[in-house]
């Protein structure tokens, strides 16, 4: 008897992404298929405009694709239904964007509270749940500062924080590491590993960090808007 393979917990079939510049059209995917399950982390590399962030773009429901269907464990989404693209954003991914997108007006660690309000926790739960994530990243001693008076690497590790708030099954995080310093960026890989196989999370990390290679079990490399391997990694 041949035994099934689990669900993805994410998966892309056939994705296009095109962007129209005056009159011309620019392909940025062609047809890119993809799958993550739980409890993994995958590298995606590639250089500059290869792709790489448009397509964590669309995986995060952000952006919606051109051609092509993601599917989150097991269901498709619906990219013509703006509504239903915020609930997976919120019951389903964590987002590590490159810019780190902190408000401004909020704390460190209000910033993490706030994330943990919009999937729908709140009061002193909420509160417990941003201590313990301020200080699992190392920021315990910079929570209550605002973003003008962190450091880039301050305010990234603020960033993964937030993305890790609530039970989100989908970590997706845009180069993590650019802002850190090695040791640090060494710690806060270790936690990446730790959170997929611990607590069963699928992480995808685009970089160009050699060192995430180190923590992943698949690399992905993308050129030209099209997947040209995955590599497995003996861990």
């Known amino acids: 008897m041949t035994q099934s393979l689990p669900t993805p917990v994410i998966e892309a079939r056939g994705i296009h992404k095109d962007f129209t510049e005056g009159r011309e059209t620019v392909r940025v995917l062609r047809g890119v298929s993809l799958a993550l399950h739980r409890g993994e982390v995958v590298t995606l590399e590639g250089p500059s405009g290869s792709g790489k962030t448009t397509l964590l773009s669309i995986l995060g429901c952000i952006l919606t694709p051109t051609a092509g269907e993601v599917?989150?464990?097991?269901?498709?989404?619906?990219?013509?239904?703006?509504?239903?693209?915020?609930?997976?954003?919120?019951?389903?991914?964590?987002?590590?964007?490159?810019?780190?997108?902190?408000?401004?007006?909020?704390?460190?660690?209000?910033?993490?509270?706030?994330?943990?309000?919009?999937?729908?926790?709140?009061?002193?739960?909420?509160?417990?749940?941003?201590?313990?994530?301020?200080?699992?990243?190392?920021?315990?001693?910079?929570?209550?500062?605002?973003?003008?008076?962190?450091?880039?690497?301050?305010?990234?590790?603020v960033?993964?924080?937030?993305?890790?708030?609530?039970?989100?099954?989908?970590?997706l995080a845009d180069e993590p590491t650019a802002n850190l310093d090695t040791e640090v960026g060494e710690r806060i890989l270790a936690l990446f590993r730790h959170l997929a196989k611990q607590e069963n999370r699928a992480l995808l990390i685009v970089t160009h960090d050699p060192k995430v290679r180190a923590i992943s079990d698949r690399t992905l490399s993308i050129r030209d808007g099209v997947i040209r391997s995955d590599q497995q990694l003996q861990l």
């Open 71 to 157: 599917a989150i464990e097991g269901r498709g989404v619906d990219r013509n239904d703006p509504a239903s693209l915020v609930a997976v954003r919120k019951r389903s991914v964590g987002f590590v964007f490159q810019q780190w997108n902190l408000f401004s007006s909020l704390t460190a660690q209000e910033n993490i509270e706030y994330a943990l309000n919009l999937k729908g926790i709140r009061g002193r739960a909420a509160k417990r749940e941003a201590e313990r994530l301020v200080d699992l990243v190392e920021m315990g001693d910079r929570r209550r500062f605002l973003p003008r008076d962190l450091s880039g690497g301050q305010k990234q590790r």
């Open 159 to 171: 960033a993964i924080a937030r993305a890790l708030s609530g039970p989100a099954p989908i970590i």
